[in-house]
């Protein structure tokens, strides 16, 4: 999904204005009060004037000091404001009060419509959520809630209308709008028996979908679950800059009030002078940019990254991709294609081809694992002839079963092996399955796969940004994964390994990880891959074709299946934290000189105002930089 225009942005940064109709209403209002109170000559009217237009904008700030301090919390940016211009009245600066409040004022506006803005591309997500959806019943046509509808019932979606659950499409052909799901702008096309997800928008013909999860489990309900907690998470700089400003805030408000009593004890100067030195060194202390921009930044970060179809469940795990020195991945349907054809069947006497395909594709006939449903789809005769019973499937080796009162093992070398089988020597670079009946083999099925066209670039893109170790870890034969580890690239490469041993690689690299102060990464997208994206310190899921199980594990989500964008959400973190540090070594750095020319007497009110709102201001405008990535 691409970025907005500049015309686009500009109008909703107009429309952010008018959002906000009564608080422009107030500045403008106080602004006129008080040109016109500075055009007046000095009298009661003057004063009273001057009163009027602080009372209007400065309302919200001191009611909002007023709250919570009774609620506990008295140091905040609204009570040094408070404390700050009062004190101004007080010393007979009314222009210099009321201009504080005002240009307090329009930055707090400034940054209510950045947040506004930063939240749209997440915001527009929650649009995805269908209203209604319409039931195919014996006679009629039923609208009803997504929720109300369970699977196994039919939906009928007409062009123009959202897909309301997740299914599969039994009737008609279409192309989908699916740019709100995986941030790919092009429209898909989609035939009878794909798979078709929730939150989808129909573009042409009229299609019945079977529904295959309940409304709490569509892919639809599971983003909206994402965007609703992803600001929950908080990173180590977050936590770190909340912790800073509730000790920062009272040493800087001590600071104040020893710079408004020690001099003129000490006949330093006179009381007006150092009271207004220290009033004018509040305002500057406010830590307004430091406590409003980083937040900012990292909503920013999310919200850019949701444009391109990647879904993160929280700012902490942006953070610690700008960590990640290794990037390990799963292979079938992650690196790969994962869409088997069967390129190669060789029987073993006394069966024939067509007969060793079938038996093998009756036992796997229960599996939704890739490999599996390619040999079921290649085979065309019919499954009824074999009575299929005493299924076993076992991670990572294959499927054991009696089918028509003849023992069958259908799987990997390993699990002929583990049969005590013995089966010619093989050597290739295809996905073999080995398929044995009474304890002798019967022969191998060969399948292809192939991988993704942006997998290459994909890896040589991490290189770029700094990822040393690039590894894949698969359950596949050696052959296999060198042969693939070598067509892209790969640092490294572990095969035949069984879902524990994945666990226990993760484990491994991610100790080794920590010595250096770095963090590992892994990417997949399959059920056997959930202990281990749940190990990594970030784990990222293939979400449009992945296992759910797999998505929930994960931290971040990719919908569109493409492994660059694993590069991609990699470069958005890293701009994310760079101007996240921007932010706050501009903000400190200008506030730190600001205070000590403002206990000099150095600068007055203008330059603090500048000091804190502008600051604030130029931080701002940094954050919202994240929407161009």
Request: proline share 4%; aromatic share 6%; glycine share 6%.
């Amino acid at each position: 999904m691409k970025s907005a225009t500049v015309p686009t942005r500009t109008y909703n940064t107009v429309r952010g204005f008018l959002n906000h109709k009564s608080d422009l209403i107030m500045i403008a209002s106080s602004t006129i009060i008080l040109l016109i109170a500075v055009s007046l000559p000095a009298s009661a009217e003057k004063i009273l004037l001057y009163i009027a237009s602080y009372a209007i904008i400065a309302y919200p700030v001191i009611w909002e000091s007023l709250t919570n301090i009774i609620s506990g919390e008295f140091f905040d940016e609204n009570f040094l404001m408070t404390v700050a211009t009062v004190g101004a009245i007080a010393l007979g600066d009314y222009p210099e009060a009321i201009a504080v409040m005002l240009f307090y004022e329009v930055g707090e506006l400034f940054e209510d419509i950045a947040v506004q803005q930063s939240k749209q591309s997440i915001s527009a997500l929650l649009k995805l959520k269908p209203t209604t959806a319409t039931i195919l019943t014996s006679t009629v046509e039923k609208v009803v809630t997504p929720e109300q509808v369970i699977p196994g019932q039919t939906i009928r979606v007409r062009p123009g209308e959202k897909i309301a659950l997740d299914g599969e499409l039994i009737r008609g052909h279409t192309s989908l709008d699916t740019s709100a799901l995986t941030g790919e702008s092009l429209p898909r096309d989609i035939q009878k028996g794909e798979t078709v997800l929730s939150g989808a928008i129909n573009l042409t013909g009229v299609i019945d979908i079977r529904v295959t999860k309940p409304y709490q489990e569509s892919t639809v309900a599971r983003i909206l679950d994402l965007v609703s907690n992803a600001a929950q998470q908080k990173t180590t700089t977050e936590k770190f800059i909340t912790r800073f400003a509730k000790i920062y805030t009272p040493i800087v408000v001590g600071l104040a009030i020893l710079l408004a009593l020690f001099p003129p004890l000490l006949h330093l100067g006179p009381w007006a002078t150092w009271i207004n030195r220290a009033l004018v060194f509040l305002v500057i202390s406010c830590p307004c940019a430091l406590v409003i921009s980083v937040p900012l930044s990292f909503f920013g970060g999310i919200g850019a990254a949701s444009r391109h179809g990647i879904l993160v469940k929280g700012s902490n795990f942006l953070e610690a991709l700008t960590h990640v020195n290794t990037v390990a991945f799963d292979k079938t349907g992650t690196l790969t294609k994962g869409h088997f054809t069967v390129s190669e069947i060789n029987a073993e006497a006394p069966f024939t081809n067509q007969q060793l395909l079938g038996i093998a594709a009756a036992a796997e006939q229960h599996s939704n694992h890739p490999i599996a449903r390619s040999i079921i789809a290649a085979y065309d005769g019919d499954l009824t002839q074999f009575k299929l019973h005493d299924i076993q499937e076992t991670a990572g080796h294959g499927i054991e079963a009696t089918i028509n009162d003849q023992i069958v093992v259908v799987g990997n070398a390993k699990a002929i092996s583990l049969n005590h089988i013995t089966m010619p020597a093989t050597n290739t670079n295809s996905t073999t399955v080995y398929v044995a009946v009474n304890q002798k083999f019967a022969g191998s099925i060969r399948v292809a796969d192939e991988p993704k066209a942006d997998s290459k670039a994909a890896i040589l893109h991490l290189k770029h940004l700094g990822v040393k170790n690039t590894e894949l870890l698969t359950g596949d034969n050696q052959s296999i994964a060198n042969h693939i580890g070598e067509q892209l690239g790969l640092d490294q490469v572990e095969s035949e390994l069984l879902p524990a041993q994945k666990v226990a690689k993760m484990t491994a690299l991610t100790q080794a990880a920590h010595t250096s102060h770095h963090q590992v990464a892994f990417v997949g997208d399959g059920i056997n891959d959930t202990p281990v994206l749940a190990r990594a310190d970030v784990g990222i899921a293939m979400g449009g074709l992945g296992a759910d199980a797999a998505i929930e594990a994960a931290d971040i989500v990719i919908m569109d299946d493409k492994p660059s964008k694993v590069a991609t959400i990699i470069q958005i973190a890293k701009a994310t934290k760079r101007i996240v540090w921007e932010n706050i070594s501009f903000a400190l750095a200008v506030k730190i000189i600001f205070l000590i020319l403002g206990a000099f007497g150095i600068i007055g009110m203008w330059e603090a105002v500048f000091a804190d709102v502008g600051v604030t201001m130029i931080a701002i405008l940094n954050a919202l930089r994240l929407q161009k990535q």
